[in-house]
């Protein structure tokens, strides 16, 4: 049986990983820092066939408390062997040009809290020389683009903090798997007009859910971002710089 | 993803203001203060447009899509009402339970099962869905969270069971479900050469067989006329495999030109599925999903009838002369020519509705699907509404777009009645056709006598 950890265990995405694990018949120890909508998801998940569920509320960017709350993991069921850190926010680009606490808020929730939050588990899993830290990044982290580098330097900052993590961690028996979800349908992207290129949260989770299982070190889902990206990481920046991506 | 909202059948089609998916039972807008009617919307595989809203709001409840309890001893299951029936099956039958009632379609959420009270291959054993629901959270537009159940503010509870989702927005519902003793079904195929085989079959098979419905060629004249299979099962016993087994097979990526469904395409079709029986009885194992679900196994297959969609047509024929009315129709069809391949003839037995609005009662009911060709289409189906209106029969409101205020009040005279506990901010494009030229401002709106006390969780 596995001991799960979520961050963020409210996000549509931490859900559908979350339904695989309950199905399995894990344990499931879900922060997030809404309590109803945890209550809410943490009875889905038990009635899936999760073995236990206990919920912990935090806001993440309440950093003195994360000790806390991994000791309190740890308590619930033993030592955590999967930590999935899902949570996020896909701030206002226009507002973060204008403004620049805005700005530092997005950089607060998606990079500060996760990297501090990485720091604490990967400690935790090399003192006992095991277990699976799986941070959700994206695609938007691979390239600047203009209409969203606010969000963009957030992820690539998860993105090449747990790429050293997975190099400091490598020979220490503990496996990092970075994820670079593309565009899923979630409440974070309500507001866009969905095309072809858009996955369901169910789609994302069982990737995510199959790389956890394989051992995985980075992730594109649908598996089709890895060339866009490819391509896009390619285009000259003297090109790039006048493109309306 | 898809972010058309339409029925089913694609017909009529119709705008929206806005859509608001509703993603947590704690954070839903405040209903009364949008500025147009507001609809739920489950999985649109309603074929009319008891599912659409024109120029109004839609909830999209398929987000709202979580479990809440589930107890495996007594097979009572919990969940938000955007759960669909298809997600309910893949935790049940490996658990050893079943559906208590299931459409032909495992792809619809439960709530739009209860808002049509949906009915099975079982309904003469069975009666329809809303029977086996013990509880349901009603949201009203005043933001009133309503428990409605059998034995609490069961006025509410009966008129939101088949109450097209004019009553308010159900939020979450709690209903039985039955054992089973496999996930397989012992069928037997039964061909018949006319209708009045059909009804001996029928009569036969209705103690002995759970589940009973026939195919008719309802394109085949003559000494032909009426002729078609009969399918009657039971849930397997000495099987012991419980797999929900759930994978689409094949997409209809595209829409069909309108010529592919052709008469010539649709007869050769019935008569092929008509002599794939070699002999005149034929039993066999099935999975469950082949038996109640044919058509899931083509996802979106509703596109074979290309951009103009198509219209649904239900009725059932009450018993009395329901032999000679069903002759008729079938008569009035086949001369027609135009029907497609999808007829199905079933009769149901005489087990009550809890619902104030429900369609099925005793008699016999055909459904079919017609290509959408215009008036001619249109000018069949006034042929097709008078014959059962001259039967007093009824119309399925889920399989609608065009019945009259008139066959609607016949078909449902306590319509009435109904009218008082549909909520002041809900609407649909379906309740505004039946009700045109109906003056509603003079009906007084219900009030639930107390403020409910909300459910434990
Ligand atoms: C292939 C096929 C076979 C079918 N076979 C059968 C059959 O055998 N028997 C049968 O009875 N029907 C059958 N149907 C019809 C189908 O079962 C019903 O139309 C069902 O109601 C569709 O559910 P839905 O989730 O798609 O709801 P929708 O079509 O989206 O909505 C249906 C109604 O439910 C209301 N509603 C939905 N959710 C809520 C909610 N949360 N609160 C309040 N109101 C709500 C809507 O407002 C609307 O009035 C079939 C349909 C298809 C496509
Ligand atoms: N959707 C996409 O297109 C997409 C693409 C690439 C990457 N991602 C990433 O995928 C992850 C999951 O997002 P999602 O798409 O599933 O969206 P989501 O459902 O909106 O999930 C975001 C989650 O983050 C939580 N959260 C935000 N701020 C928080 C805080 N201060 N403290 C605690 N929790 C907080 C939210 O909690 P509340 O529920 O309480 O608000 C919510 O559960 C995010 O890291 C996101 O950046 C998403």
């Known amino acids: 049986m596995t ?4 961050v963020g265990a409210t996000s549509a995405i931490a859900h559908a990983v979350a339904r695989h694990f309950a199905a399995a018949g894990d344990n499931l120890f879900l922060v997030g820092r809404n309590p109803e909508k945890l209550t809410a998801v943490a009875d889905d998940l038990r009635v899936h066939g999760a073995s236990q569920v206990q919920t912990y509320q935090l806001d993440v960017n309440d950093l003195e408390r994360h000790a806390d709350m991994l000791a309190a993991a740890t308590a619930a069921f033993g030592p955590v062997d999967v930590a999935l850190i899902a949570h996020g926010v896909l701030p206002d680009q226009k507002a973060c040009e204008q403004d620049v606490y805005e700005m530092l808020q997005a950089f607060q929730t998606n990079a500060v809290s996760t990297m ?5 588990i990967a400690n935790d899993f090399e003192a006992r020389g095991r277990g699976t830290i799986v941070v959700i990044s994206s695609v938007a982290g691979d390239r600047g683009r203009q209409s969203n580098y606010v969000y963009g330097a957030s992820k690539a900052a998860v993105s090449i903090f747990s790429q050293g993590l997975r190099n400091r961690l490598a020979r220490r028996g503990v496996q990092v798997i970075t994820v670079k979800p593309g565009m899923v349908d979630t409440p974070m992207t309500a507001h866009m007009r969905k095309g072809p290129l858009f996955a369901s949260p169910e789609r994302v989770g069982q990737d995510i859910y199959q790389a956890i299982l394989k051992g995985k070190d980075v992730v594109y889902t649908p598996w089709y971002w890895r060339l866009i990206m490819g391509v896009i990481v390619h285009i000259p920046e003297r090109v790039f710089k006048y493109l309306r991506l | 993803m898809s972010q058309t909202y339409e029925s089913w059948g694609r017909y009529p089609k119709v705008r929206h203001k806005t859509v608001i998916p509703i993603r947590w039972r704690n954070e839903i807008p405040a209903l ?6 507001v609809l739920a919307y489950g999985m649109g595989r309603s074929y009319g447009d008891v599912c659409l809203n024109e120029n109004g709001v839609l909830l999209d409840i398929r987000p709202l899509n979580r479990f809440i309890d589930f107890d495996p001893e007594q097979g009572v299951l919990r969940c938000e009402a955007g759960v669909t029936l298809d997600q309910i099956l893949r935790l049940i039958v490996p658990r050893g339970w079943f559906l208590p009632v299931t459409p032909g379609t495992k792809y619809v959420t439960v709530g739009g099962a209860i808002a049509n009270d949906v009915h099975g291959k079982n309904h003469h054993h069975a009666g329809t869905f809303g029977r086996y629901v013990t509880q349901l959270e009603l949201l009203r537009s005043s933001g009133e969270r309503v428990i409605c159940s059998p034995t609490q503010n069961v006025e509410l509870f009966r ?7 004019l009553t308010g927005l159900i939020l979450w519902a709690e209903f039985r479900l039955r054992r089973i003793p496999s996930a397989y079904i012992e069928e037997e195929l039964i061909r018949f050469d006319h209708l009045d085989e059909f009804f001996e079959i029928s009569a036969a098979s209705d103690e002995d067989y759970e589940y009973t419905v026939a195919w008719v060629d309802c394109l085949a004249q003559n000494r032909h006329l009426g002729r078609g299979i009969f399918m009657r099962g039971n849930h397997a016993e000495g099987v012991p495999i419980l797999t929900p087994d759930s994978t689409p097979r094949l997409t209809v990526p595209i829409d069909f030109p309108d010529c592919v469904l ?5 007869r050769l079709f019935n008569a092929l599925y008509y002599h794939r029986l070699r002999h005149k009885r034929e039993r066999r194992l099935v999975h469950f999903e082949p038996f109640f679900y044919p058509l899931d196994m083509v996802r979106q297959w509703n596109r074979i009838y290309g951009r103009r969609g198509m219209l649904q047509f239900q009725c059932v024929v009450p018993v009395g002369d329901h032999r000679e009315v069903i002759r008729a129709i079938v008569e009035r069809i086949a001369r027609s020519g135009r029907a497609s391949f999808l007829a199905v003839l079933k009769e149901f037995g005489d087990v ?13 009911t055909l459904t079919l699907d017609f290509p959408f060709e215009g008036v001619r289409t249109l000018h069949l189906f006034d042929d097709l509404h008078a014959l059962v209106r001259e039967a007093g029969g009824a119309f399925y409101p889920a399989k609608d777009a065009h019945m009259s205020p008139q066959d609607f009040h016949v078909s449902y005279p306590q319509w009435e009645t109904f009218a008082r506990y549909v909520d002041p901010h809900f609407s649909s494009s379906f309740w505004r056709r039946v009700t045109r030229g109906q003056d509603l401002s003079s009906v007084p709106v219900f009030h639930t006598p107390a403020v409910s006390r909300p459910a434990e969780n």
């Open chain 1, 3 to 6: 001991n799960v950890l979520i």
């Open chain 2, 352 to 364: 009550p509705s809890p619902g104030l609005m429900s369609f099925p009662r005793p008699g016999v």
């Open chain 2, 262 to 266: 052709n008469p010539f395409s649709m």
């Open chain 1, 116 to 120: 501090a939050l990485l720091t604490l």
């Open chain 2, 159 to 165: 008129a939101t069971i088949g109450g097209m989702g």
């Open chain 2, 32 to 37: 009364d203060r949008l500025d147009a009617p």
